[in-house]
């Protein structure tokens, strides 16, 4: 993972995502890119965009100051200033570099910017085909323990794997595969067994500790949620 981005509006629940991006960076020993996006409005004066715009420049520089010293030595720590829609330019930031990954708050409030971090992070998510994580204020963590990882019967649900045996790799995690599914028909039950055993085989060739379970609900998000939650996990990991 050579470098991270940060989508940044200046407030507090947005640097949570800053800060939970310096522990990737340092796990990953990745740069970091900060990046705030200015909305184009017509509505707006000239002059009240380039004073948005310097106020996002002396933040930034502060923050530079401030976070720099928690980044591994060899890490770019930078940022940039974007104009456009949040989660369009976000994503296309991403994607400007080969092996990019973002990572962002789903909570944010009115800081120099207008937009809201939760309704841009779930469009992030849809945008681009780089890996999001994302973090809320009410669950900061600041190591990964237990990662959740859901099989279904798609065959992009196993895309995820390799990204997240690295994250386990890079924290020592434990990976709790858990083939979840709608249906009762033992065919299906079958192929995610299948799946699983792949996946597993995987996990024992990188060293990766796991667990496996099967969960059968009439919600799959749901039942993925409360199983999360039921052995206090870290992260979940799904494709969109």
Do not use: W
Not at 32 to 49: C, D, R, S, T, Y
Not at 104 to 130: L, P
Not at 169 to 197: C, P, Q, W
Not at 212 to 240: F, H, P, Q, R, W
């Amino acid at each position: 993972m050579k470098r991270i981005i940060v989508p940044i509006d200046f407030s507090p629940e947005s640097i949570k995502g800053l800060e939970l991006a310096i522990i990737y960076a340092n796990k990953f020993n990745s740069d970091l890119q900060m990046v705030f996006v200015q909305a184009k409005n017509p509505g707006k004066f000239h002059i009240e965009l380039e004073n948005q715009y310097n106020e996002a420049m002396d933040e930034f520089e502060k923050m530079k100051r401030k976070y720099k010293k928690k980044l591994h030595q060899d890490c770019n720590f930078s940022y940039i200033i974007k104009s456009g829609k949040t989660h369009e330019e976000i994503a296309h930031q991403a994607e400007a570099f080969d092996d990019s990954m973002i990572i962002c708050s789903t909570n944010g409030e009115s800081g120099i910017s207008d937009f809201i971090m939760g309704s841009n992070a779930y469009r992030i998510v849809q945008e681009t085909e780089r890996p999001v994580i994302t973090v809320t204020s009410e669950k900061y963590i600041g190591n990964v323990e237990k990662i959740v990882m859901p099989l279904d019967i798609t065959k992009e649900t196993r895309e995820k794997v390799p990204l997240v045996a690295k994250i386990a790799k890079a924290f020592d995690s434990e990976v709790h595969i858990i083939k979840v599914t709608s249906s009762t028909n033992d065919g299906i039950h079958n192929k995610l067994r299948m799946y699983a055993t792949q996946v597993k085989k995987y996990f024992d060739e990188k060293g990766i500790k796991y667990q496996s379970s099967l969960l059968v609900g009439d919600n799959i998000t749901e039942s993925t949620i409360e199983y999360a939650k039921t052995i206090d996990a870290d992260l979940i990991a799904i494709m969109t």
